[in-house]
């Protein structure tokens, strides 16, 4: 089968268009046909070796996958084949063919477009299960959503609204801020031009905020945290910004907050019915127009080097999506 192909860990530029061996599925998991892989920021760190997952070479990247059900392993008795599915696959979703584990593999429905179904339900999931399940987001209250034009800030973003809450959207850029406020952000912060914390206390006229939402980390995670109201929620997301911050530990106890891990992944495979629970309530928001999702560029298979390389360049915002033809 045609793949993008990993032999080295680096960069996207490493990565070559070529042939794998065609999967075979266990008797535990499903064999897909491809036809659309969403590039998501794991995509970058798997293939640089940054990643919590390290498979062997050679891999194609790529986890998470639109397609058709083709064949099905012996102990598979809930999907049937030509099913839509979404699946979580880790890695190899950047191939014509890619076997996933059943409980990685979820049902779509038809009426769902593929290029805003492959972009939109990972980020998407992974926000929802944040604000839903971690931070038990409330409406009325306020949520500070950092990295706030990236995939699951955006994606934050347009979820706080919809579940009622005032958002407040912090970006590096005003391009960024203006899809922000596109997506319906209340108020914005930037965060390169202004002090974070005093912004934070200036639009909450000295509460602080509810929840914060933080796939940054780094050098900002010790504002927003100083920025958050008591009892308040954070939400340690991921670490764009490449540092893992060291946060003091007083001012959890100062504030009485809690500081919240967000794994999607691990969750998605833990409790599977209430993702798939999650999964369907995004699905009925995209249908009836409620979730814009992301702007997307759409790239051919052989193309998917530079969509993963695009990702990588934050001012870009469009959200990459490869085609198989």
Not at 13 to 39: R, S, Y
Not at 78 to 94: P, R
Not at 200 to 209: C, E, M
Request: charged content about 25%; proline content about 5%; aromatic content about 8%.
């Amino acid at each position: 089968m045609k793949a993008i192909i990993c032999e080295e860990f680096g960069s996207p530029k490493n990565l070559k268009f070529g042939e794998l061996p065609d999967p075979v599925p266990n008797k535990d998991e499903i064999l897909i046909k491809v036809e659309a892989c969403g590039i998501n920021f794991p995509d970058i760190l798997i293939i640089q070796n940054k990643y919590q997952f390290k498979p062997e070479f050679p891999f194609s990247p790529g986890g998470e996958i639109i397609g058709k059900v083709i064949r099905l392993g012996e102990n598979v008795d809930n999907f049937q084949l030509g099913d839509s599915v979404l699946a979580l696959c880790g890695w190899g979703g950047l191939a014509e063919q890619v076997a996933v584990e059943k409980t990685r593999v979820f049902k779509l429905n038809e009426g769902l477009p593929l290029s805003l179904a492959s972009a939109t339900l990972y980020n998407y999931g992974t926000s929802f299960h944040a604000l839903k399940d971690r931070a038990k987001l409330k409406e009325g209250e306020t949520l500070l959503v950092l990295g706030a034009a990236g995939g699951v800030g955006l994606a934050a973003v347009e979820l706080g609204k919809i579940m009622g809450a005032k958002v407040i959207a912090a970006a590096s850029s005003e391009e960024k801020l203006n899809l922000c406020k596109d997506r319906g952000a209340d108020e914005i912060i930037n965060y390169e031009q202004e002090d974070l914390k005093l912004k934070i206390k200036q639009l909450t006229n000295n509460g602080g905020v509810d929840v914060v939402f933080d796939p940054v980390g780094g050098k900002y995670t010790d504002h927003a945290l100083r920025g958050i109201a008591w009892k308040g929620r954070y939400l340690i997301v991921g670490f764009s910004n490449g540092e893992i911050p060291k946060i003091p530990m007083n001012l959890p106890l100062l504030k009485g907050c809690e500081i919240v891990g967000v794994f999607w992944g691990r969750f998605s495979k833990l409790e599977k019915d209430l993702n798939l629970k999650n999964l369907n309530q995004l699905i009925e928001w995209i249908l009836e127009g409620k979730i814009q999702g992301p702007k997307i560029k759409e790239y051919k298979m052989e193309q998917a080097p530079q969509a993963i390389a695009a990702l990588s360049d934050r001012k870009k915002n469009n959200k990459g999506v490869v085609i198989m033809k």
